[in-house]
Antibody, heavy 118, light 108 residues
């Protein structure tokens, strides 16, 4: 059974930093691209970042480019998102999502809430 | 960037009736479209991929159709557990992957 457990969310002041983690199990983590998708309170889904299986290809949404860094550790079956220079508009639930069957989210974690507020 | 537009924003339907949700892409995305269901406090759940293929475990009352720029999700006979928010997502041209803004399906 595929399991994804996000952690690291919390309350942070504007301009601060936070590192999210996603622990994966139930599939061959090193074989698949991984993604972060976020959802602001009461809003829709927004793709944030993707990383290829070997970390060779990394992509970011324009809204986070230059501030967020995605990474992975295949030995630890873990995905990370380093978030710097956080803004109020980064407040959201952040989901970890492998795209296993195709370029869509067939599995999702429960999400971790990031709140950026003074 | 491909913009996905869903309509209507809110759809009120009685249990047992049919619901039809629409999703339009700003340019052709072939059949590279997924539909998700999301209930309050839960992660999204994949319903449909490839515009018309049901994901594992999804009931047959859910069906998807369309290609190019116009897509439809149909729920043939609404059950109480189907009232939720539905999102479409294109994966034809990325990055970025883009989602529609969602359609809230509520009980009439």
């Amino acid at each position: 059974e595929v399991q994804l457990v996000e952690s690291g969310g919390g309350l942070v002041k504007p301009g601060g930093s936070l590192r999210l983690s996603c622990a994966a199990s139930g599939f061959t983590f090193s074989d698949y691209n991984m993604n972060w998708v976020r959802q602001a309170p009461g809003k829709g889904l927004e793709w944030v970042s993707s990383i290829s299986s070997s970390s060779s290809y990394i992509y970011y949404a324009d809204s986070v480019k230059g501030r967020f860094t995605i990474s992975r550790d295949n030995a630890k079956k873990s995905l990370y998102l380093q978030m710097n220079s956080l803004r109020a508009e980064d407040t959201a639930v952040y989901y970890c999502a492998p795209f296993i069957s195709g370029n869509y989210g067939d599995y999702w974690g429960q999400g971790t809430l990031v709140t950026v507020s003074s | 960037e491909i913009v996905m537009t869903q309509s209507p924003a809110t759809l009120s339907v009685s249990p047992g009736e049919r619901a039809t949700l629409s999703c339009r892409a700003s340019q052709s995305i072939s059949s590279n479209l997924a539909w998700y269901q999301q209930k309050p406090g839960q992660a999204p759940r994949l319903l449909i991929y490839g515009a018309s293929t049901r994901a594992t475990g999804i009931p047959a009352r859910f069906s998807g159709s369309g290609s190019g720029t116009e897509f439809t999700l149909t729920i043939s006979s609404l059950q109480s557990e189907d009232f939720a928010v539905y999102y479409c997502q294109q994966y034809n041209i990325w990055p970025p992957y883009t989602f529609g803004q969602g359609t809230k399906l509520e009980i009439k």
